[in-house]
């Protein structure tokens, strides 16, 4: 069965880097892309972006525009999403998802990140 | 308008049906050629579920109690025979070529009477 297992919770200080990994199996990895979606405390689901696994193109909401980059280690089956800058606003939930037909059809457990000084 | 629109909250009794729209624009639910439109329901502490995509195709395992349709800018979710574990948040999402970014309704909170 598909399963999407995200790294644990972090806690990082304001102008420091997180890097959340996503670990798939259950399917073929290459075949499907990744999108990554975030959700501050209380909040709605905020769209990241997405990555092609297969050819690593990526596309970034504006909003992360610069700050944020998305890849993929085929040996290992993971994909991963790297937010820099980080500030009081990027407290949230992430979560990657797997994209099928233009839908995010199934979703890692998400990853708590924490900014705090 | 910019985005998705939901409305906040649905409150119905047990056993009966709740509808929940979505409205958009002709750059995202209004453009089939996008994938279509995607519905979501969460769990208080849980992630996301795909309930429905492509506007009105149910993934395998999803009950028949859910059903999706679309009619040009505007979608619908109905849950029929609503049961206590159909509270959660639902949202709506698609891709909208206008901004080139997926987004997201702001989600409707269902309570079962």
């Known amino acids: 069965q598909v399963q999407l297992v995200q790294s644990g919770a972090e806690v990082k200080k304001p102008g420091a880097s997180v890097k959340v990994s996503c670990e798939a199996s259950g399917y073929t990895f290459s075949n499907n892309d990744f999108i990554w979606v975030r959700q501050a405390p209380g909040q709605g689901l905020e769209w990241m972006g997405w990555?092609?696994?297969?050819?690593?193109?990526?596309g970034y909401a504006q909003v992360f525009q610069g700050r944020v980059s998305m890849t993929r280690n085929f040996f290992r089956n993971t994909a991963y999403m790297e937010l820099s800058s980080l500030t009081f606003e990027d407290t949230a939930v992430y979560y990657c998802?797997?994209?099928?037909?233009?839908?995010?059809?199934?979703w890692g457990q998400g990853t708590l990140v924490t900014v705090s000084s | 308008q910019a985005g998705l629109a939901q409305p906040p909250s649905v409150s119905k009794g047990l056993r009966q049906t709740a509808t929940l729209t979505c409205s958009g624009n002709s750059d995202n639910v209004g453009n089939s050629g996008n994938g279509g439109v995607s519905w979501l329901q969460q769990h208080q502490g849980h992630p996301p579920k795909l309930l429905s995509y492509?506007?009105?195709s149910r993934p395998s395992g999803i009950s028949e109690r859910f059903s999706a349709y679309r009619s040009g800018n505007t979608a619908s979710l109905t849950i029929t025979g609503l049961q206590p574990e159909d509270e959660a948040d639902y949202y709506c999402s698609a891709w909208d070529s206008g901004l080139n970014a997926f987004v997201f309704g702001p989600g409707t909170k269902v309570t079962v009477l």
């Open positions: 990555m092609n696994t297969k050819k690593g193109d990526t």
């Open positions: 492509r506007d009105n």
């Open positions: 998802a797997r994209g099928t037909s233009g839908s995010p059809d199934f």
